[in-house]
């Protein structure tokens, strides 16, 4: 059964960073893609990144996260990282990872509405 725990939320100063975790148990990364999500209060949640299960690890950055966030992957471990710099107060969200079986070489907008696995969330907060 596939499985996905988050983990490296916490507590940080705005300009600050964070790496967050994903571990993937069930399947090996060249057969899922992953993606990560966040939901802050009263919003909607919102696609932050995500890689596709091919070799090179094809991303995708929303608009708000791009230059300051990078997905990376280590099949060796099976986890997803998402490291986070430069955060500002409007990253603060519980950030879920998320993942659909298959092998895609890519993370387009059906790919990632397509996850159906979910973790339980970590939360992070950008705060002075």
């Known amino acids: 059964q596939l499985q996905l725990v988050e983990s490296g939320g916490g507590l940080v100063q705005p300009g600050g960073s964070l790496r967050l975790s994903c571990a993937v148990s069930?399947?090996?990364?060249?057969?899922?893609?992953i993606g990560w999500f966040r939901q802050a209060q009263g919003k909607e949640r919102e696609g932050v990144s995500c890689?596709?299960?091919?070799?090179?690890?094809?991303?995708y950055y929303a608009d708000s996260v791009k230059g300051r966030f990078t997905i990376s992957k280590d099949n060796a471990k099976n986890t997803v990282y998402l490291q986070m710099n430069s955060l500002r107060a409007e990253d603060t969200a519980v950030y879920y990872c998320?993942?659909?079986?298959?092998?895609?070489?890519?993370?387009?907008?059906?790919?990632?509405?397509?996850?159906?696995?979910w973790g339980k969330g970590t939360l992070v907060t950008v705060s002075s």
């Open positions: 998320a993942a659909v079986r298959g092998y895609y070489d890519h993370c387009s907008d059906y790919v990632r509405a397509a996850m159906d696995y």
């Open positions: 890689i596709s299960s091919s070799d090179d690890g094809s991303a």
């Open positions: 069930g399947v090996t990364l060249d057969y899922v893609v």
